[in-house]
């Protein structure tokens, strides 16, 4: 099994694994890659697990978040995350941020960074700069991460459920849980011969042995902070 920790731009590991079917969990990959990526691996014979687990945090946000839509329809969720430049990161953290010059997708109308970008400033700040801004790595922060989850329960009342995360030892600490969690259940499943081969996404939890218990109970004995808070209503017909 391989933990991709540094970024692969070129997809040298990803195939290398997946032509040798070793597992393989990546925590680096942004999503703007995902999609040449899985194109690539479309044309190999995958037999043997990858985990695109670069969400955010090692893709613990994305599976906590799966984890409290489950029950729900119609959902719509929002994150919120605390970026501090004082917790504990390599080089490589910051390696999408300083692309932002560069031409890129924009998925939600995120005004300010658009037009920063558009100003030029930051073209104009030098790569050293940006990255002394983005990259001044300190003795540690704690990580504070929202998500807000907006659906209807089977009874077709509407819930506002808001999931708030701390991790007191930071955003590094939270990656690699993320990346601990999903290689424990690789090799849980390699012993019992039950690995899936193929794509996977941290929400697709559901492919692993532990239930949303385990993967919760595993998060809060590790330090981290995870509060719930739910508002359930009676949906309005019009």
Known sequence: MIISAVNDPD???????????????????????????????????????????????????????????????????????????QDKAGPDSTDYMDRMNIPFTVTTPTFALVSFVKSRIWNLLGKSTRQKILYNPGAGSPHHVVIQINGCNQHGMNVKRQVEITDPKGQTHLTALGAAIFAQQIIRQSENSTVTPGILFPEDFGHFEMTAVDILQFYRSEGVQITIHDETKKSRTV
């Open 11 to 85: 997809d040298k590991l990803l195939l290398a694994a997946a032509r040798r079917q070793i597992a393989l969990i990546d925590v680096t990959r942004w999503t703007e890659r995902f999609t040449k990526s899985i194109d690539r691996l479309k044309k190999e014979n995958i037999g043997s697990p990858v985990i695109l687990a670069s969400g955010w945090m090692g893709g613990t946000i994305s599976l906590l978040a799966s984890i409290h839509t489950s029950s729900l329809q119609d959902v719509q969720i929002h994150l919120h995350a605390l970026y501090s430049l």
